[in-house]
């Protein structure tokens, strides 16, 4: 896991492709906020925090369903994409660090779609059980890159050029298949201040061109911050690879898994008073895998 100060400098490189992030990241199921609303519980002109909004890809689909939501967003170019993309709607997009971010009146749920592990560990469980009022839930997930049985090949061919250019897989990665992104229980749980009451696991589809697959690639941290000549060496060999195809193109599995938790009333470590509680390291942090 990279450490605070890594995860800071790396968390800030989507602001400079605020608009290619909005392009390229895929659109989550549908099916993910109506479990979400079920789950929770949450009603139409309810209060909602979303941690880490990027352009608003999650924030959307729930505003078009009726929700208040105020965003926390550390990149001014990416929070000037989501403005732009929800106005009309009930949404606040705030410029900060959620670390650093004092509520105000409790909200129903605190969500965060494939930015929680960009958050400091150490805190983000406290901040967001003291933003929420007493039953409220937190809600979790994060775009994968899963392996379904019969999939695309070109995710392994393509390793060679990835190892060439020094940014191979660590030795043991597992390549996941659909259905089984990891349980993030144990570390929700570990704070004693949340309660998960459901985790959903989803799976969909992307068919990327050559050009498609490669602006993708530019929003992964990894990517941003290879040397020219890295990118220049992948891209152009995905582009001489998906041209020999005869579809042209590259097949993507992408999966969610959306952890439901509920705020217990009252620290199973006991009741602990603000400042305390802001020193307390709850949770695991995992980057989505970038390729």
């Given amino acids: ?148 049985d019969g999939g695309d090949p070109f995710f392994r061919e393509i390793q060679d050029v990835y190892d060439e250019i020094g940014e191979g897989l660590p030795a043991g990665t597992v390549w996941l298949r659909p259905g089984e992104l990891p349980d993030e229980r144990p570390g929700i749980e570990a704070g004693g201040l949340f309660e998960v009451v459901a985790v959903r696991q989803y799976d969909w589809e992307v068919v990327y061109s050559a050009e498609e697959y490669i602006e993708l690639l530019g929003t992964f941290s990894g990517h941003l911050t290879m040397a020219d000549w890295q990118r220049d060496r992948l891209f152009g060999e995905i582009r001489r690879r998906l041209a020999q195809r005869p579809d042209r193109s590259v097949r993507r599995g992408w999966g969610a898994a959306l952890h439901v938790a509920r705020r217990r009333e009252r620290p199973l470590s006991g009741p602990l008073d603000l400042a305390e509680e802001l020193r307390v390291g709850a949770g695991s942090s995992r980057e989505p895998p970038a390729r």
């Fill in 1 to 148: 896991m990279p450490d605070d100060g890594e995860r800071d400098r790396l968390r800030q490189t989507f602001d400079q492709v605020a608009e290619r992030y909005d392009r390229a990241r895929p659109e989550y199921p549908e099916t993910l906020f109506d479990d979400l609303v079920a789950l929770t519980g949450i009603e139409p002109g309810g209060q909602l925090l979303e941690v880490g909004c990027g352009t608003g890809q999650a924030t959307l689909p729930l505003a078009r369903r009726g929700f208040r939501i105020t965003c926390i967003e550390l990149g001014p170019e990416l929070a000037a994409v989501a403005r732009r993309n929800l106005a009309g709607f009930p949404v606040q997009v705030i410029e900060g660090r959620f670390e650093e971010w004092r509520p105000g009146e409790p909200v129903s749920c605190v969500f965060a779609a494939t930015a929680w592990h960009w958050v400091d560990p150490a805190v983000r469980y406290e901040r967001a059980w003291h933003a929420l009022r007493p039953g409220g839930h937190l809600a979790l997930w994060a775009q994968e890159h899963v392996f379904p």
